[in-house]
């Protein structure tokens, strides 16, 4: 099994890096992110040529792309114009290999009913980042249909852990946990009562390297997630709890909105590919304190 793992230096690539050699130990992966070394940018179709040349790979993991913070070209340009570069250099190699495609639950777009979604559900994103994941998607069913590759594709709920960055839930919260005093911190949040479904992203490395075993799983559109919808609320009083530390949240001012709500239903994962999570997300919460240097207090 010769492994091509795009994305394999960023939080989710990282935590698939690491399921991929527990799991299959013998296989030659080749890593490709324009942070690592050496770098490797796939919107540079020489480079893409280049790579794919030196991997020769078997089983293609794609996982690299961007965040919903940044701007709509940049998001564009890291989903649907990248994964078509790759695509484009693939199709020109003999036999079809096996693609996941690492999507999100943000090609859903809003839920309207509070349960679990299943795969059935329409494509409806809300923003550029949820309209630009459903291209690269679309490009990846496309070669699939022509018969150039055989597919994964997933979508990939709320991912969490300690190598996580940036302006997101979770790291935000982390740093302002950071600045308590005499054990007691301030949060403030945009939202306290939105719910999203919360899975640690080791257990989401795991997902996608079941996967790369089940043919059952081959032409099946899965939902990585855990189920279980958690409030923000709660994520940040877990937070605090594992940290020992007292929190009083609040609100920024502004307009109320009715509280959203995102959870998926993991079902399908569970009964082709024999994944279930297994990471609590108690767990995960302190393992994020812990990486963060915020200590359970005695």
């Not at 005499?182 to 999203?196: M, Q």
């Given at each position: 099994?010769?492994?091509?793992?795009?994305?394999?230096?960023?939080?989710?690539?990282?935590?698939?890096?690491?399921?991929?050699?527990?799991?299959?130990?013998?296989?030659?992966?080749?890593?490709?992110?324009?942070?690592?070394?050496?770098?490797?940018?796939?919107?540079?179709?020489?480079?893409?040529?280049?790579?794919?040349?030196?991997?020769?790979?078997?089983?293609?993991?794609?996982?690299?792309?961007?965040?919903?913070?940044?701007?709509?070209?940049?998001?564009?340009?890291?989903?649907?114009?990248?994964?078509?570069?790759?695509?484009?250099?693939?199709?020109?190699?003999?036999?079809?290999?096996?693609?996941?495609?690492?999507?999100?639950?943000?090609?859903?777009?809003?839920?309207?009913?509070?349960?679990p979604l299943g795969?059935?559900?329409?494509?409806?994103?809300?923003?550029?980042?949820?309209?630009?994941?459903?291209?690269?998607?679309?490009?990846?069913?496309?070669?699939a249909n022509s018969?150039?590759?055989?597919?994964?594709?997933?979508?990939?709920?709320?991912?969490?852990?300690?190598?996580?960055?940036?302006?997101?839930?979770?790291?935000?919260?982390?740093?302002?946990?950071?600045?308590?005093?005499?054990?007691?911190?301030?949060?403030?949040?945009?939202?306290?009562?939105?719910?999203?479904?919360?899975?640690?992203?080791?257990?989401?490395?795991?997902?996608?390297?079941?996967?790369?075993?089940?043919?059952?799983?081959?032409?099946?559109?899965?939902?990585?997630?855990?189920?279980?919808?958690?409030?923000?609320?709660?994520?940040?009083?877990?937070?605090?709890?594992?940290?020992?530390?007292?929190?009083?949240?609040?609100?920024?001012?502004?307009?109320?909105?009715?509280?959203?709500?995102?959870?998926?239903?993991?079902?399908?994962?569970?009964?082709?590919?024999?994944?279930?999570?297994?990471?609590?997300?108690?767990?995960?919460?302190?393992?994020?304190?812990?990486?963060a240097g915020l200590?359970?207090?005695?």
């Amino acid at each position: 099994m010769r492994i091509l793992l795009t994305g394999s230096a960023g939080f989710l690539g990282a935590a698939i890096g690491r399921a991929i050699r527990a799991t299959f130990p013998g296989a030659e992966v080749s890593g490709a992110d324009r942070r690592a070394t050496p770098s490797t940018d796939l919107l540079d179709p020489a480079q893409v040529a280049a790579l794919v040349d030196r991997a020769k790979p078997t089983h293609v993991i794609h996982a690299a792309g961007g965040h919903g913070q940044l701007d709509v070209r940049q998001q564009f340009e890291l989903h649907a114009v990248a994964t078509e570069h790759l695509l484009k250099v693939l199709r020109a190699q003999a036999g079809a290999l096996v693609f996941i495609n690492v999507g999100s639950a943000a090609q859903y777009g809003p839920q309207r009913e509070r349960r679990p979604l299943g795969e059935d559900a329409r494509d409806e994103p809300a923003g550029p980042y949820g309209v630009s994941k459903v291209a690269a998607e679309l490009l990846v069913r496309a070669n699939a249909n022509s018969g150039a590759l055989r597919a994964v594709y997933l979508r990939v709920f709320n991912p969490i852990g300690p190598e996580q960055q940036g302006g997101l839930l979770v790291p935000t919260i982390v740093r302002q946990l950071a600045q308590a005093q005499a054990g007691r911190a301030e949060v403030v949040l945009a939202n306290l009562d939105d719910e999203r479904d919360y899975l640690d992203a080791d257990d989401v490395g795991r997902a996608v390297v079941a996967c790369l075993g089940s043919e059952r799983a081959l032409g099946q559109q899965l939902n990585v997630c855990s189920g279980s919808p958690t409030s923000v609320r709660d994520i940040a009083l877990g937070l605090a709890r594992a940290a020992g530390l007292e929190a009083t949240l609040s609100v920024i001012p502004g307009p109320p909105r009715e509280a959203s709500y995102s959870c998926g239903d993991p079902e399908k994962l569970q009964r082709l590919a024999g994944f279930r999570p297994t990471i609590p997300l108690a767990l995960s919460l302190e393992r994020i304190c812990a990486a963060a240097g915020l200590t359970r207090r005695q």
